[in-house]
């Protein structure tokens, strides 16, 4: 058998761990203009052969499925920090998040300094109610470690059927010496809006806070401008003739609007657009 758990051929893979930087040496120096022209199927030969090379010397199993995936997240990665790759069930499952029909804890999480943490507790959530809160750093879920997973994953581990229980182990505090503790919580499914504010900052300025960037945050925005540009028409010192600038704290692509960056705690100038 390819994988025998005897001294020689453990001790075989362990070289063969220590040869694999060189096929990395090999591939970067590689890299050289004159490389670069080469034709495509020649470079997919590289990485086909890379793939094979970690498949049989590499010192523990591992699969082709697992390597494929790997080098395609990768590929991604190095793009642009928005771009990754999903199988199918987890791209289904994603969907499914985002459109509200996965029961959720009621966190919002990201990466803050290398470690999950989380940014916001929508209010009655299960979360809020077992004492979770901003700043409390995630550190397992299920008895699982989150450190160097992709958000997207943890997001997903954090959802599932209405009803069921997950366990989060959290710290709190310090990170040197952190308070620790841990939370079982019920997974409930939760309305969402992605518009927590929508208010007329005068008379011709309308502010709109997009909190969550829900599958529904086209229509919600599109209603709180509406409602919005009717209060200000209903005005008593409204002319109707102009229309109402609008803010937004996110970016968001709209058939009727278009919206930058701007902080919650102000609008700037250069973060506002024009109802039109």
Same mark, same amino acid.
Request: net charge positive; proline share 5%.
């Given at each position: 058998?390819?994988?025998?758990?005897?001294?020689?051929?453990?001790?075989?893979?362990?070289?063969?761990?220590?040869?694999?930087?060189?096929?990395?040496?090999?591939?970067?120096?590689?890299?050289?203009?004159?490389?670069?022209?080469?034709?495509?199927?020649?470079?997919?030969?590289?990485?086909?052969?890379?793939?094979?090379?970690?498949?049989?010397?590499?010192?523990?199993?591992?699969?082709?499925?697992?390597?494929?995936?790997?080098?395609?997240?990768?590929?991604?990665?190095?793009?642009?920090?928005?771009?990754?790759?999903?199988?199918?069930?987890?791209?289904?499952?994603?969907?499914?998040?985002?459109?509200?029909?996965?029961?959720?804890?009621?966190?919002?999480?990201?990466?803050?300094?290398?470690?999950?943490? @989380?940014?916001?507790? =929508?209010? $009655?959530?299960? !979360?809020? %109610?077992?004492?979770?809160? #901003?700043?409390? /750093? &995630?550190?397992?879920?299920?008895?699982?470690?989150?450190?160097?997973?992709?958000?997207?994953?943890?997001?997903?581990?954090?959802?599932?059927?209405?009803?069921?229980?997950?366990?989060?182990?959290?710290?709190?505090?310090?990170?040197?010496?952190?308070?620790?503790?841990?939370?079982?919580?019920?997974?409930?499914?939760?309305?969402?809006?992605?518009?927590?504010?929508?208010?007329?900052?005068?008379?011709?300025?309308?502010? @709109?806070?997009?909190? =969550?960037? $829900?599958?529904? !945050?086209? %229509?919600?925005?599109?209603? #709180?401008?509406? /409602? &919005?540009?009717?209060?200000?028409?209903?005005?008593?010192?409204?002319?109707?003739?102009?229309?109402?600038?609008?803010?937004?704290?996110?970016?968001?692509?709209?058939?009727?609007?278009?919206?930058?960056?701007?902080?919650?705690?102000?609008?700037?100038a250069d973060a506002s657009s024009t109802w039109t």
């Amino acid at each position: 058998m390819r994988h025998s758990g005897s001294p020689a051929c453990v001790e075989r893979r362990r070289a063969a761990a220590r040869r694999v930087p060189w096929l990395l040496l090999a591939a970067i120096a590689a890299t050289s203009p004159a490389a670069a022209q080469r034709p495509a199927y020649e470079e997919l030969q590289t990485l086909s052969g890379a793939i094979n090379h970690i498949y049989r010397n590499y010192a523990e199993a591992v699969s082709y499925a697992a390597l494929v995936r790997a080098a395609i997240a990768g590929m991604l990665g190095s793009l642009d920090p928005h771009s990754a790759y999903f199988a199918r069930s987890e791209l289904e499952q994603r969907s499914a998040l985002e459109r509200g029909l996965l029961a959720v804890t009621g966190i919002d999480v990201d990466e803050v300094e290398g470690v999950v943490t @989380v940014l916001s507790v =929508h209010p $009655g959530s299960p !979360a809020a %109610r077992a004492g979770v809160a #901003a700043g409390d /750093r &995630l550190v397992a879920i299920d008895d699982t470690a989150v450190a160097g997973l992709p958000i997207t994953s943890v997001e997903l581990r954090l959802a599932g059927r209405e009803g069921s229980r997950v366990r989060l182990r959290l710290e709190r505090g310090s990170r040197l010496e952190p308070d620790s503790f841990a939370v079982s919580l019920k997974r409930a499914v939760l309305r969402i809006r992605s518009v927590d504010l929508a208010r007329m900052a005068d008379s011709t300025t309308a502010y @709109v806070r997009l909190g =969550h960037f $829900g599958a529904e !945050a086209g %229509r919600e925005v599109h209603d #709180a401008l509406t /409602r &919005l540009r009717g209060e200000a028409c209903a005005g008593p010192s409204s002319t109707c003739g102009g229309t109402p600038a609008v803010t937004s704290s996110r970016p968001l692509s709209w058939r009727r609007s278009s919206f930058r960056v701007g902080p919650w705690s102000s609008a700037p100038a250069d973060a506002s657009s024009t109802w039109t």
